[in-house]
């Protein structure tokens, strides 16, 4: 889109070169800049308003302004500055209103990946028709004295867009009318005091599942499940989520609960009830990620925590001039290596206080989720998957020799979305096309515990994975009762 924008541009200058304008500085015409032109920002400003609309549960009222604020410089330095430069030499529309439609074109770029399902490519059928309407619509009124027309039409658009995302906008997952202390768990337990603190490790794989799954993609994965039994660990290979993404899944893990508490990450990010009462038994907490997806928007509230915080909105303003909202824009600003030395120092680390330790991998990791399969994303699974399990055996060997009597937690946290679209299947299929395959491949997981000691089978009924920590803490507290504050499943 640059090339063609640089190539119009230079069609523009050799226009002027052919009605013989053969100096910059034979004329000044009587067309100004005004301040009346500002209103042409509103049009590439208006997706803008839309991502910050629904990005509120990352953004801060002063991520959001800023987000603004660098946009509008943005689309100013493509739609204002250009006509600036060229004004001795002719006319400035043609100049501003090829602007506007690359601008246009630019900051809409992300909800026409998601429309059409691009990932990392776009398509110039789709994307020129985009610009040239723009750019023809906007010169034709200018040139034909309906400015106040176009001004009109602009501001209309932006209001209404704005509008109507405000009221779409869904505060559900951010507001609650339950407080922490209503936690069917917390309640069970109240001020009784558990009869063993063994250190706790979540060792969460992304999108891991059970080998039932994996051999429907042609794909065994036997071996890893012996080599963990080999360990003695207990494999429960009929659980699912009651979530499709890690946020949703590992928060209401977190909580015990199929409710947030307030934000979606308020659980992941340390904050969670599992996390609140283990600090309460004398646990110390800690978040180790491979990137700050995991704390985005709200800060971590563990007592240590890896990677640091990194503002949500340059992350927003990256995706936006990506063209695309890949959900892993910020993975590479911690390297693998970075990630897997701060762990290992994690899980050695010596400590008087039983240790309750979240590690989340991206490893397999999900389909790239732009609503379209790529042609090789089983093998991308595959290969993916290959690594996941060095790093899950590397995991595990360093804890059981550091921590041999810990409960140590495999968990895969949702599945990676391999079948139909690879991506949600709401709005793209009728539920008579939905297989039990795809309800497994969006909503299975894979859960294994190693125990301490024989008699978890009195405490391990786990249906789905938020039952995990009721479960847990049935085994810390030596007490059935906890087991009643699993969830209870609902079909929707």
Known sequence: MLLITIFLYLGFFAFAKLRGIKKLSIKIPGEKLSSDHLTLLLLP???????????????????????????????????????????????????????????????????????????EWGSLRIQLPLFAGVFLVSWFLSHLNYHKLLYILITGYFLTNSFSQLLARDDGSFVTDLDGTENRLV?????????????????????????????????????????????????????????????????????????????????????????????????????????????????????????????????????????????????????????????????????????????????????????????????????RLSRANLEMRQDVEIIIENDPEAIVIVVGDHGPYLTKNCTTTMSSYDISEISRLDIQDRFGTFLAIRWPTEDFELYDEIVVLQDLFPVIFAYLFQDQRLLESKVEPADT
């Open 187 to 383: 309640m069970l337990i109240g001020s009784n005091e558990p009869v063993v603190t063994p250190s706790v490790y979540l060792l969460v794989y992304d999108a891991y599942v059970i080998n039932e799954t994996m051999l429907a993609y042609g794909i065994d994965n036997r071996s890893q499940e012996q080599y963990l039994e080999k360990l003695d660990f207990q494999i429960y290979p009929r659980t699912y989520s009651v979530g499709g993404s890690s946020p949703s899944t590992m928060s209401r893990v977190l909580n015990a609960s199929v409710d947030f508490y307030g934000n979606t990450r308020r659980g992941i990010s340390g904050d969670g009830i599992v996390q609140n009462l283990l600090r309460g038994f004398g646990y110390k907490t800690y978040g180790v990620f491979p990137s700050d997806y995991f704390i985005r928007g709200i800060s971590p509230s563990y007592d240590y925590s890896f990677p640091s915080f990194s503002s949500p909105a340059n992350t927003l303003l990256k995706a936006i001039l990506i063209g695309e909202f890949q959900f892993d824009v910020t993975f590479n600003e911690v390297t693998k290596e970075q990630f897997i030395m701060e762990k290992i120092n994690f899980f050695s680390e010596e400590s008087e206080e039983p240790k309750f330790i979240y590690m989340h991998t991206n490893l397999p990791n999900h389909s790239q989720n732009s609503g379209a399969c790529l042609v090789n994303e089983g093998e991308l699974f595959r290969e």
């Open 45 to 119: 400003l208006t997706p803008v308003i839309q991502y910050i609309i629904n990005n509120q549960d990352i953004l801060s009222p002063l991520d959001s302004i800023y987000v603004f604020i660098v946009s509008a410089l943005f689309v100013a330095l493509i739609i204002l500055v250009p006509p600036i430069l060229v004004r001795r030499i002719g006319t400035t529309r043609t100049v501003m209103f090829l602007g506007l439609g690359f601008a246009f074109s630019i900051t809409n770029m992300a909800i026409l990946s998601l429309k059409f399902s691009w990932h």
